[in-house]
């Protein structure tokens, strides 16, 4: 169905001078103001529910919030009145960041006792800003009348609906506080978003880059318009259209035959798309991505406007989101920042990823470990904010997306409301949520393995690239989430470092080696690295309880001149956030201590030892045999919104010509989460000849065969016959 609305601000944009676009602003509200006694009538606002002991904490994190935003408002030349937010123009950092901020400030604006001291200024302060901002939105929209900064009015975009759908719903909360040009051209804005998906089907991908965000962000106008304007002749059509996209979201291959009756239709019936790998993993940014899978909160939040409206939700936003969740929460630390298995191209500490899971997931789907996630992150967040006075959560080098104070504002708006609006789920306590989240999983599809106890986090990726990745406990401020973890850096002249590309594979988890090692998992692997001119053999091995184990072995497939070696790497954050961390990190060796500074302008420093074994602040203790010696690059800028800092336990400077077939090197390392740098750490290696190595290492025996062919040898006393790529983990005999 085609809009029926004449859109007339298309045209005036188009009008030169600020008189004539005034005047042609003046003609088209003349026809459009009666509409606001009918298919611009905004459905009047379910009365909340009382304060509670979840939405308390939002609503402050808010009010201190008003002091950030106040000295980043500016008063908007082309229009009386209106207000925009840190920068005008009209694309996606302008835009968005001023739709979040109109919902955290339409929030405060109508809801909660609010706290002028707190904020720094009056609450009718408040609510005249939140008036202009909205103003400013909708005036600058396709479908009203002027352009932004930049000469261009915002609309009809990737990601505009989303925009649309914060700054209509900011509106909506406040919409008796707003006159009657402005809601007549947030009506307008809304709605014409929400049109373009009338016909439109749902973006369909899955490998690399998913749309299912996408699809749930645009689902967010769509909903909003069935549910705020209940007297418009499309809004039926928008109550299907928000299910399509809804239902298309977080979709797999099984859903196309899925006969299950979801919203008076079969799921197969509404499936066009699949959007999710079938272990409800998910890809986005050529990754697997923790935080694009913990985007099922955008169909959740629809659940917000329909309840506002007193509607019932469509069944569609919960399609397939406990799966996700599942997932999600075995990704998800105590302190509500993820694991990221296949590396962090945003900032690693996004708290704000699991407080929005764990927040609208613990009442919708009646999910304790969920509550126990929001309070872990929530929490977190507010000892982040605890550093700054004026309301933010962050230092400006600890995020590489320009808007994330902004997008905190909406998180705590949204949960503010989900709070009123449902009440305090129960959580679990936070052991009950651990055992949940603890255990080995493979996720064959995306491309990864991981083994949780209450000691560590293991995991290996072999698909995007490769990487390994061992956190202490929960600790996501320690372990840095390095596309090239333990897999390291190989220079080669004349040949590319690329990301190392799979050939073959083995996961084994190692419950089913036996009863003896019912937790942790050990993968075996060859991969092509530097342009195909070495390749590299690697096993890992997380075992029961904490200790971990890397075998690697380089070897040239033709005549090579080798740079540098630098694998076996354990990537270490080392940050200026105190009091969260200290800014330095203690490494131990043979040779004493070494403290390693964080931030500071000074340029980088690589440490080289001629050591076996290291501790890095009594949190990570390593031991290695390897060809090469240990070293700690110190650095101490940030990039990427992290500072990282790399040991490497097998590093080789002008390693020189290795010819082809030729071992480059070998190195077998232990790690230890949570060792103290006191405790004496051992390990025995023993070569089984070929491509056989055997391991003994904190009371187990590992054996490996990283050939193509059948190994047979003796190691510890033992003999052991391995089928290519295997591996055998049995408990060691006592001595």
């Not at 904010?385 to 909406?410: C, K, M, P, V």
Request: charged share 25%; net charge neutral; with cysteine.
């Amino acid at each position: 169905m085609k809009p029926i609305i004449p859109l007339l601000g298309v045209v005036c944009a188009t009008v030169a001078s600020q008189g004539d676009r005034e005047i042609a602003m003046q003609t088209a509200m003349q026809q459009e103001l009666p509409r606001l006694k009918d298919i611009y009538r905004a459905t009047t606002l379910k009365s909340l529910g009382p304060e509670t002991r979840g939405s308390r904490p939002y609503y402050r994190l808010l009010t201190r919030y008003v002091r950030y935003v106040q000295k980043n408002l500016h008063d908007w030349p082309n229009d009386r009145g209106a207000k925009f937010h840190k920068v005008d123009r009209s694309d996606e950092m302008a835009v968005r960041q001023n739709a979040t901020v109109a919902l955290g400030f339409a929030v405060l604006s109508a809801f909660g006792d609010f706290d002028a001291r707190e904020a720094g200024v009056p609450r009718e302060q408040v609510r005249a800003d939140t008036a202009a901002l909205l103003r400013y939105l909708s005036v600058t929209h396709v479908a009203n009348f002027l352009p932004t900064g930049d000469g261009k009015q915002w609309g009809d975009a990737w990601q505009s609906a989303f925009w649309a759908g914060i700054a209509g719903q900011a509106a909506w909360l406040v919409w008796e506080q707003l006159d009657d040009e402005t809601r007549v051209m947030v009506a307008r804005m809304v709605i014409h978003e929400a049109n373009r998906f009338n016909m439109r089907p749902p973006d369909d991908g899955e490998w690399e880059d998913t749309k299912a965000e996408e699809n749930a962000w645009n689902s967010e106008v769509i909903a909003l318009a069935r549910c705020m304007f209940q007297a418009h002749p499309n809004a039926m059509l928008w109550h299907e259209r928000a299910i399509i996209y809804m239902i298309n979201s977080f979709s797999t291959k099984a859903d196309r035959d899925d006969e299950t009756l979801v919203d008076g239709k079969r799921v197969k019936d509404w499936i066009t798309t699949t959007c999710i790998h079938p272990d409800h993993t998910l890809e986005n940014h050529a990754r697997v991505h923790p935080d694009y899978l913990g985007t099922f909160t955008l169909n959740l939040r629809n659940a917000l406007l329909y309840e506002l409206a007193g509607l019932e939700a469509p069944r569609a936003m919960f399609h397939h989101a406990a799966d996700c969740f599942g997932v999600f929460q075995h990704l998800t630390a105590m302190n509500g920042s993820c694991f990221y298995v296949n590396g962090q191209d945003w900032w690693p500490h996004r708290h704000d990823v699991p407080l929005m899971v764990g927040g609208l997931a613990g009442p919708l789907l009646r999910d304790r470990n969920a509550a126990r996630m929001e309070r872990g992150a929530l929490g977190w967040l507010q000892k982040m904010h605890s550093r700054f006075d004026d309301g933010r959560a962050y230092d400006r080098q600890e995020y590489n997306y320009d808007n994330a104070e902004e997008e905190l504002i909406a998180r705590y708006a949204e949960l503010y409301l989900a709070h009123r609006l449902f009440g305090d789920p129960p959580a679990a306590e936070p052991r009950e949520a651990l055992k949940a989240q603890c255990g080995t999983r493979v996720f064959d599809i995306g491309g990864f393995v991981t083994h949780r106890t209450p000691k560590k986090f293991a995991s290996f990726a072999w698909v995007n690239g490769a990487m390994g990745l061992v956190y202490p406990s929960d600790d996501t401020w320690f372990t840095a989430p390095y596309e090239r973890g333990l897999v390291g850096r190989i220079v080669v002249e004349g040949a590319e470092d690329a990301p190392p590309k799979l050939e073959a594979r083995n996961v084994i988890p190692l419950r089913q080696l036996g009863k003896r090692a019912e937790g942790g998992f050990a993968f075996v692997g060859r991969f092509a690295r530097c342009e195909g001119k070495v390749a590299q053999l690697l096993a890992m091995i997380s075992l029961p309880d904490a200790p971990v184990v890397y075998v690697e072995r380089l070897r040239a497939r033709e005549d090579v001149n080798v740079k540098e070696v630098a694998t076996g790497i354990v990537a270490i954050l080392n940050e200026d956030a105190k009091p969260l961390v200290r800014n330095e990190r203690r490494v131990w060796t043979v040779t004493g201590e070494t403290v390693m500074r964080g931030a500071a302008d000074e340029p980088a420093k690589r440490h080289v030892w001629e050591t076996t074994w290291a501790n890095v602040d009594d949190r990570m203790g390593l031991i290695a045999q390897a060809s090469g010696k240990m070293a700690y690059l110190e650095n101490h800028t940030y990039r990427h919104g992290r500072l990282q800092q790399d040991l490497a336990t097998n590093y080789l400077p002008n390693a020189g010509i290795k010819k082809g077939g030729e071992v480059i090197s070998n190195a077998v390392v232990g790690l230890v989460p949570n060792a103290s740098h006191t405790q004496p750490l051992s390990m025995q290696v023993e070569d089984l000849g070929g491509n056989g190595v055997g391991v003994r290492f904190r009371g187990w025996v590992i054996v490996i065969n990283f050939g193509s062919s059948q190994v047979r040898g003796k190691a510890f006393g033992r003999e052991f016959t391995l089928a290519p790529l295997a591996v055998e983990v049995q408990r060691a005999r006592q001595s």
